[in-house]
């Protein structure tokens, strides 16, 4: 049976996969309808990644006794002023996200529920590649600043690495 301190994290957690799904989405949908056709089919792969993310986690809670509780969620920012706005916002949410999910390593060590413990390993590897994936993309996007050329060239190779990925 689940400890229900590590029930509250975890279906906290579920809330920020959720959060961070929905948040992606929306920013697809701004990238789709300015004609960043690459970076949009970027962020929607990423949008159902995080949905993912939430579903393991709420498998988890489910078959350890626990119950899942499928939050509600406000609409997230709709419109954002370029690539630069969405790839800061998106490493900010993803490093929200490692702060909370260390939380969760932590109180499973203190609560000693080593299962859960083991099983959020697969979220902090998750989130080591996350965050560097960022940290990537804002790099380029600094060294292309706002050369047009060289924003083409990026949302063209960003919709590649969804493709071969
Ligand atoms: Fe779920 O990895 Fe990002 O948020």
Redo the contacts with the bound molecule.
């Keep these: 049976m689940l400890d229900t301190h590590i029930e509250g994290a975890l279906n906290a957690q579920i809330e920020?996969?959720a959060l961070?799904s929905h948040f992606y989405l929306a920013m697809a949908s701004w990238a789709e309808t300015t004609g960043l056709n690459g970076t949009s089919a970027f962020l929607y792969k990423?949008s159902d990644?995080?949905r993912e993310?939430?579903l393991k986690l709420i498998r988890f809670v489910n078959e350890r006794g626990g119950t899942a509780k499928i939050p509600a969620l406000d609409a997230p920012q709709a419109s954002f002023s370029g690539l630069q706005d969405i790839f800061t916002t998106l490493l900010d949410?993803?490093t929200k996200?490692t702060a909370s999910i260390n939380e969760v390593v932590d109180l499973c060590l203190s609560r000693k529920d080593y299962t859960t413990h083991n099983f959020m390993q697969w979220?902090v590897a998750?989130?080591i590649e996350?965050e560097a994936l960022a940290r990537t993309i804002m790099d380029k996007l600094a060294m292309i600043g706002s050369d047009s050329a060289g924003l083409y060239l990026f949302d063209r190779d960003l919709g590649q690495l969804e493709t071969e990925a």
């Design positions: 920020m996969e961070s990423h990644e995080e993310h939430m949410h993803e996200v979220y998750e989130q996350e």
